[in-house]
């Protein structure tokens, strides 16, 4: 049975090529990533913070702000129910029609799906119509997501030099703090140079037409790198290419499981840290919405310079290590969580901040659970499905969860919530430990 640590001691791929005079340097591989998955998680979080500034008001302007909120973040998880069927369909059009054909079908499907939410009428325009289209486009963004897998993270893994993989693998993780402060960044200047009724009416379109344009520029610069004849040639060497899901589940399920709760923690960790707050805020709070969006911007570089540090910290010390290490922070952080919050502004920033470092520093090493599960064969195909349900349990659902469950029956619970993502991981990780050993 394979086991985290079975990829910690793969020897490292040494890029080469049959002709012997070129290849791709793992430097070319990591801005392949980097641009991808910033392009990506710029879609994620203007989407998030739409949830709680606008969708509210504009699709569910018949209920109170908390039970609008509420239902705007299960539209948010409809992308993360979709994602697995997206990878799954995706993987069959690859094996078909090649990379750059999923590729361009991914990101299309997701550009579009993202302006189509741009152009979108209010509920008082088109009343339940507007509530249905918002969860088709929301659909069509998580298949896309699942489409998008390139296997770029898993390669970037394989071709780090001895002693450190950890470093590599978390430069793929960098995506999501550049997404992340871009798209509050341009939240922040458009809520606070606009009127509330010209935010409401056409300022809040303007992220998802950027995104857009965001995602055109992702696609040619990814395109450029996985169509050449060098990285189909690494794809291959390392037998990154697609499986049958089917074949996955029934020789591997078991490790897909283990690899979705090994990142757990760090998954439901992302949401209550970024989406989450920002909702608490509005509800309950006298913070100003840019103030606070000022400070998660603040957080997003403390998440970035966490994900470098924990590149040392795994090499150093070990992935698997790491990621249980952090798991224990984590817990101890869920022990703080509701007096923070309710610890009025100081509380709260401090809430943010602490918390980005912890985030950046566990999701920095959470693909090398997701990306190191697997043989050979089955880990371009078990890296993205392992990605897809880590997400789906520790993710999906964290916002509506939490906010439900805080303003109904007090903080206490984001803290209960948080800690089961810590045990779920800590477990995971010893249980694949256990097996390890037996085998």
Known sequence: MSSISHAITDSPAKPSNQHGDHHVAPGE??????????????????????????????????????????????????????????TVISMAVQRRWGMATKLTIALFMLGTSTVGI????????????????????????????GGSWDGLPSLLALSAPEGRRGWY???????????????????????????????????????????????????????????????QELLTERELVPVGVAELVRTRGFSLVIGAFAALASYALFHLITVFPLSWIRLYSEQSITAFLGVQIIGG??????IVASGWIADKYGRRYTLGALAALIAVFSGFAPTLLNGGTLGQDVFILLGSVVLGLSYGQAAGAVTSNFG???????????ADFAWLIGAAFAPLVALGLSAHFGLGYLSLYLLSGAVCTLGALRLNKALEARD
Do not use: H, K
């Open 29 to 86: 591989i990591a801005v392949g990533v980097v641009i991808g998955r910033a392009s990506e998680y710029f879609d994620f979080f203007v989407y998030g913070i739409a949830s709680v500034l606008v969708f509210p008001a504009l699709f569910f302007p018949f209920e109170q702000r908390l039970e609008g909120t509420l239902y705007a973040f299960a539209i948010f998880a409809l992308a993360f129910v979709a994602r697995p069927f997206g």
């Open 118 to 145: 741009a152009f979108l009428p209010s509920y008082e325009s088109i009343g339940v119509t507007a509530i249905v289209l918002l969860s088709i486009f929301r659909i069509g963004q998580g298949l896309a997501l």
């Open 376 to 386: 050979s064969r089955y880990r371009y195909t078990g890296a993205a499905l392992t």
């Open 169 to 231: 693998a978390m430069l793929g993780q960098l995506g999501a703090p550049v997404g992340f402060i871009l798209a509050s960044a341009l939240f922040t200047f458009l809520y606070g140079s606009l009127s509330l009724e010209d935010f409401l009416s056409w300022g809040w379109r303007y992220p998802f037409f950027c995104a857009f344009a965001i995602n055109v520029v992702a696609l040619f610069a990814r395109l450029r790198l996985v169509v050449t004849p060098e990285y």
């Open 301 to 306: 570089f403390l998440v970035a310079g966490g």
